[in-house]
C-alpha cells in the first residue's frame, strides 16, 4: 500500500489549503476504511488532525475549531483535507494515513506546506 500527498507547498495567511492523498495498492473503498490527516509542525509532535471513516462520518480534532473539513473520492481512491483561513502556525509537515480498523498503519512521506505572505 502507498500513499502520496499532493497540493501546495506554500499557501498565503487567510487563504484556503488543499490537499490530496492518493492511494495505491489498497481500496479505501473496501479495505482501508479509516482515512487520516496527521502534521506536524517545525520542532513539535505529530498532531492528528481529523478523519474521515467506512460511511463517510468525519471526526476532527478540537483544536481546528471547525477550520478543517475531510472528504473522500472512492471512485478515485483518494481522500482530501481542506483547511481554511490558515495561520503560520498551520505551516508543518503533512501526512495522510490509512488503516483497515482505525489505526494508522500506512502513511504517505508527508508534503511540507508552508503559510507565509
Known amino acids: 500500500v502507498q500513499l502520496q500527498e499532493s497540493g501546495p507547498d506554500l499557501v498565503k495567511p487567510s487563504q484556503t489549503l488543499f490537499l490530496t492523498c492518493t492511494v495505491s495498492g489498497g481500496s479505501i473503498a473496501t479495505s482501508y476504511y479509516y482515512c487520516s490527516w496527521i502534521r506536524q509542525p517545525p520542532g513539535k509532535g505529530l498532531e492528528w488532525m481529523g478523519a474521515?471513516?467506512?460511511?463517510?462520518?468525519?471526526y476532527y480534532s478540537p483544536s481546528l475549531k471547525s477550520r478543517a473539513s475531510i472528504s473522500r473520492d472512492t471512485s478515485k481512491n483518494q481522500f482530501s483535507l481542506q483547511l481554511t483561513n490558515v495561520t503560520p502556525e498551520d505551516t508543518a509537515v503533512y501526512y495522510c494515513a490509512i488503516d483497515p480498523a482505525g489505526g494508522l498503519d500506512y502513511w504517505g512521506q508527508g508534503t511540507q506546506v508552508t503559510v507565509s505572505s
Open positions: 474521515v471513516v467506512y460511511d463517510d462520518r468525519t
